[in-house]
Nanobody
Framework: QVQLVESGGGLVQAGGSLRLSCAAS????????MGWFRQAPGKEREFVAA??????????YYADSVKGRFTISRDNAKNTVYLQMNSLKPEDTAVYYC?????????????????????WGQGTQVTVSS
């Protein structure tokens, strides 16, 4: 069982930055792939970014809408995954969710699929004003 707790959300002006954190419980954090998803009001949950588990090389994946602006990283010593969000836009406004999954394949098709994640956090609100 893995419990995930997000933090770092808030209100920011367009062009600003935020860093989200997701702290995980348990001793097997490094064995899980970690993902960030978001859901805006009236819209479906969508993939934002993901990072592979740390067995060998670490791969990161991004939605086209955030590529070049967001960076995902993980610190296995702290059982934490981060999402650095720069150049924020009003369309980035959403509740951001952290997720953990036992994904060992390579390729964004696997990491962008929310059904492949077993554990989810409660979400943190990000609001970008214009």
């Amino acid at each position: 069982q893995v419990q995930l707790v997000e933090s770092g959300g808030g209100l920011v002006q367009a062009g600003g930055s935020l860093r989200l954190s997701c702290a995980a419980s348990g001793r097997t954090f490094s064995s899980y792939a970690m993902g960030w998803f978001r859901q805006a009001p009236g819209k479906e949950r969508e993939f934002v970014a993901a990072i592979s588990r740390s067995a060998f090389s670490t791969y990161s994946y991004y939605a086209d809408s955030v590529k070049g602006r967001f960076t995902i990283s993980r610190d296995n010593a702290k059982n934490t995954v981060y999402l650095q969000m720069n150049s924020l836009k009003p369309e980035d406004t959403a509740v951001y969710y952290c997720a953990a999954g036992s994904i060992s394949a390579i390729g964004i098709i696997y990491y962008s699929n929310s059904a492949r994640y077993d554990y989810w956090g409660q979400g943190t609100q990000v609001t970008v004003s214009s």
